[in-house]
């Protein structure tokens, strides 16, 4: 596999660690980063996570041949504008690490049309409630799954490529098209983080709960709370992108779990009596849903 450059546009947690990980695999492979901070850059510069760093102001025209490889790891809406920038020839691979991907595989397929290219969209599946690159970890793609979406005309070597390129980093890889990765990511990812954030701020708008809390010296929470908290709040302007891009599948788990928590209120009667029967077989699902999402059995 040649990877003499790289360039990695956007270097936080996950662009850090991805070049962290190219830096063990590739070892004499160039680095480059572009970025929009002064504080990023130096944060970059000091923990050698690339060898050249451009702020995005200095990396206004791009000659994006001289790269092997080409990672796109900001917000999905920046990632839009840059694609009708790419050219139309060349070996460079393209790739995105964005949670997203209906709007990044239309702009590819719209700007390419029929002609071949060598852009793959990924989602690696992972991260932190840390942000930025003074985050960043050698080890956050090892052993986590690594979603391929292949736009129309995108070559089926580049396609081969980008998934050995994973591998090697020590995720597994996926496919999947652009519909039903968004619609799956909305239940199995970006409604999780809005369940986490709203459960912490009822938990923080109860008059009684904040009391105790406030005049206890330690944490007074137990591990379920501990849990679902963990990744309550994390990098606001990413999670907004996303749900600005996934509004339809998002809006659609929302209603559904709305709809399952008023049926689940429902079996408290005003009288004080509940369906101890059907919260029993709510449960039983829950267990079986979860063994099979998880694929604990």
Not at 45 to 57: D, E, S
Not at 72 to 93: A, C, D, H, R
Not at 171 to 185: P, R, Y
Request: with cysteine.
């Amino acid at each position: 596999m040649n990877l003499s450059r790289v360039l990695v546009y956007g270097m936080g947690l996950m662009g850090g660690s991805l070049a962290l990980a190219i830096r063990q695999k590739f070892p004499n492979t160039e680095i480059s980063a572009v970025v929009r901070s002064e504080k990023s850059k130096s944060t970059i510069l000091t923990k050698q996570l690339a060898n050249h760093v451009f702020l995005q102001n200095e990396f206004l025209t791009p000659n994006w041949s001289n790269y092997d490889l080409v990672v796109f790891s900001t917000p999905v809406e920046s990632i839009l504008k840059i694609i009708p920038t790419l050219p139309k020839s060349g070996n460079t691979i393209f790739i995105d690490l964005g949670s997203t991907k209906e709007t990044i595989v239309s702009a590819v397929e719209s700007y390419f049309g029929d002609m071949a290219h060598n852009y793959i969209s990924t989602h690696p599946m992972c991260g932190s409630e840390q942000a930025g690159p003074d985050a960043a970890l050698p080890d956050l793609y090892v052993d986590k799954l690594c979603i391929l979406t292949s736009p129309k005309s995108a070559s089926n070597t580049s396609l081969q490529w980008v998934r050995s390129f994973w591998e090697k980093i020590g995720s597994w890889t996926l496919e999947m098209d652009s519909k039903s990765h968004d619609e799956t990511l909305a239940y199995l990812s970006h409604l999780p983080h809005v369940i986490s954030t709203l459960l912490v701020n009822v938990a923080g708008s109860n008059p009684t709960t904040k009391k105790e809390i406030l005049e206890s010296s330690k944490p007074i929470t137990g591990g379920g709370f501990r849990d679902m908290s963990r990744i309550a709040g994390s990098n606001p302007d990413m999670w907004i992108s996303i749900f600005k891009e996934n509004q339809r599948f998002l809006l659609k788990s929302i209603d559904d779990l709305i709809q399952q928590l008023s049926e689940f209120r429902n079996l408290f009667g005003s009288d004080g009596s509940f369906d101890e029967t059907q919260i029993r077989k709510i449960w039983e699902l829950a267990i079986a849903n979860k063994d099979e999402i998880r694929k604990t059995k």
